[in-house]
């Protein structure tokens, strides 16, 4: 079983609809836990952390569940910009990143 | 620039050489990350750094790899006797301590072993 565990989509789905990603995680230990983003034969880069109280940046909205050890990031009004694969990413204590193999999402017109 | 660098962007070899690269971080970064990515598939640990410390090493990595950060600051990632199945996007990251904050990566080397 891997550390992180993401549904691989793909989703389709239409601009201005909402889309919801879900993660879960094995390792209890984990402290800190981000979503990235990764564009087509590009690197990932950082869309945001994730805190347990959850926490949004504009149309994005992440929720963290330590007991079920699950992340989630929702999407609205989607834009045909927002196509990529989101990655789900937890922190050991060490700091060492671990990523989920990612979910993917095309936003058509 | 004050972006991770990664050199060179791709790098064809054959099977059974040797390949370095390099990896410059932000320089107020003293964690550095090596990272492999094959497609459809997430980022996969190698190995990392603290300052010129190498702080843990994959299981997943033969003795075939190596990487140095000699003075703290770039670090290289050494391929000997390259295989087919090394063919993949290695990604260099850094952070600061921790890593609370997230991490930069680089635009990446894609290598291809033929």
């Known amino acids: 079983r891997k550390e992180v565990e993401q549904d691989p989509g793909p989703f389709n789905v239409p601009e201005g609809a909402t889309v919801a990603f879900n993660c879960t995680y094995s390792?209890?230990?984990?402290?800190?836990f981000f979503w990235y983003r990764q564009d087509c034969r590009k690197e990932p880069k950082l869309l945001m952390s994730?805190?347990?109280s959850g926490n949004e940046d504009g149309r994005f909205t992440a929720q963290l569940n330590r007991a079920s050890q699950y992340i989630s990031l929702l999407i609205r009004d989607s834009k045909l910009s927002d196509s990529a694969t989101y990655l789900c990413?937890?922190?050991?204590?060490?700091?060492?990143?671990?990523f989920g193999d990612g979910t993917t999402l095309t936003v058509k017109p | 620039d004050t972006g991770v660098s990664q050199d060179p962007r791709h790098k064809i070899t054959k099977r059974g050489q040797n390949v370095t690269f390099r990896c410059d971080p932000i320089?107020?970064?003293?964690?550095l990350y090596w990272y492999r990515q094959t497609l459809g598939q997430g980022p996969e640990f190698l190995t990392y750094?603290?300052?010129?410390?190498?702080?843990?090493k994959s299981r997943l990595l033969s003795d075939r790899f190596s990487a140095e950060r000699p003075k703290g600051s770039f670090s290289t990632l050494e391929i000997q006797r390259t295989e087919q199945g090394d063919s993949a996007m290695y990604l260099c990251?850094?952070?600061?301590?921790?890593?609370?904050?997230?991490?930069?990566f680089g635009s990446g080397t894609r290598l291809t072993v033929v």
């Open positions: 990251a850094s952070s600061s301590v921790g890593g609370d904050y997230g991490y930069t």
């Open positions: 390792n209890s230990a984990s402290q800190s």
């Open positions: 994730v805190y347990s």
């Open positions: 990413v937890v922190n050991t204590n060490a700091g060492k990143s671990t």
């Open positions: 320089s107020e970064h003293n964690r």
């Open positions: 750094f603290q300052n010129e410390a190498q702080l843990e």
